[in-house]
């Protein structure tokens, strides 16, 4: 039984340029949070989508930020003109359903370099 | 607003020696649940424990055991018979029972555990 699966685990772009990342939920599960860890600091919340729907935003930047969870393939979160401040590991967590007792399972990551 | 607060940065501990890791919380809910996540090198975010707020038992998971003050706002960690392991980064998490369920994290205390 597959993890939540992120590509790419590294991924290096120049400032202007566009960065996507994918997560791929765990079986079975129609959540899917995102998570944006800085350096030395903790995991902070970005979006939460189900299936077609974006239900969460607020902890997403205004601009250049984007993401969505299309009925077929995988999560994808979007950022447009990466800047330096970008540099970070975005995480993708996914729980099966919408309820106060699911836990979020979390993928290993994606490491974004911005140069 | 929901705030997590990890008031050690690092904490040191001797192989087979026992450590506590602090974590507060500040909540008007009176249902969420806390989570503490190990983020060892690799950046993977692993569960470690999980609290039921409205269960006063606190949980256990092998070597590791929660000291749950509902009253104190307090969650810490206790870590038994430390392994070489057990080095990482630790995640005090919290999780509101209600809305869209995500995550509130701390800043993280980094364990190193000597030999």
């Known amino acids: 039984n597959a993890g939540v699966m992120q590509n790419p685990r590294h991924l290096v772009r120049r400032r202007g340029q566009e960065a996507r990342l994918r997560c791929s939920p765990m079986?079975?599960?129609?959540?899917v949070y995102w998570y944006r860890q800085l350096p030395e600091e903790g995991l902070k919340f970005m979006v939460y989508?189900?299936?077609?729907?974006?239900?969460?935003e607020s902890g997403m930047p205004k601009e250049r930020f984007s993401a969505e969870f299309p009925k077929e393939g995988p999560s994808i979160l979007r950022i447009q003109q990466v800047v330096r401040g970008d540099s970070a590991a975005y995480f993708c967590?996914?729980?099966?359903?919408?309820?106060?007792?699911?836990?979020?399972?979390f993928g290993p990551g994606t490491r974004l370099t911005v140069l | 607003a929901q705030t997590v607060t990890q008031s050690q940065p690092e904490m040191s501990v001797q192989e087979a020696e026992t450590v506590t890791l602090s974590c507060t919380y500040d909540?008007?809910?009176?249902?969420?649940?806390l989570f503490w996540y190990k983020q060892p090198p690799s950046r993977q975010m692993i569960l470690v424990i999980r609290?039921?707020?409205?269960?006063?038992q606190n949980a256990t998971e092998n070597r590791f055991s929660v000291n749950f003050q509902k009253a104190a706002k307090s969650f810490s960690l206790k870590i038994s018979d430390s392994q070489l392991g057990d080095a990482a980064m630790y995640f005090c998490?919290?999780?509101?029972?209600?809305?869209?369920?995500?995550?509130?994290f701390g800043t993280g205390t980094r364990l190193k555990v000597l030999a």
């Open positions: 967590a996914s729980s099966p359903r919408r309820t106060s007792t699911d836990t979020q399972y």
């Open positions: 079986k079975g599960h129609s959540h």
């Open positions: 989508l189900q299936k077609e729907n974006i239900i969460d």
């Open positions: 909540t008007s809910e009176s249902d969420y649940y």
């Open positions: 609290q039921e707020a409205y269960k006063q």
């Open positions: 998490a919290y999780r509101i029972i209600s809305g869209t369920y995500k995550y509130i």
